[in-house]
């Protein structure tokens, strides 16, 4: 999946929460829409915990 965009945080509002879940765009040449992410994990209300998840996730693409 070398067209692969690195893993980023992405927020959404549900229930007048905040959530965050990890995503990356499958393909990084084409704009970013809802057809173009690859989600990973589940939503959280804590942001540190996904981030966590992808600098992980980030850190084994580089691998």
Do not use: P, T
Not at 32 to 44: A, L, Q, T
């Amino acid at each position: 999946m070398g067209k692969c965009s690195e893993w980023k945080l992405s927020s959404n509002y549900i229930n007048g929460k905040c959530n965050y879940i990890a995503y990356r765009l499958i393909d990084k040449n084409v704009v970013d829409h809802s057809g173009n992410r690859e989600y990973f994990g589940h939503y959280s209300e804590d942001k540190a915990v996904v981030q966590n998840l992808v600098n992980k996730l980030n850190a084994e693409a580089a691998e």
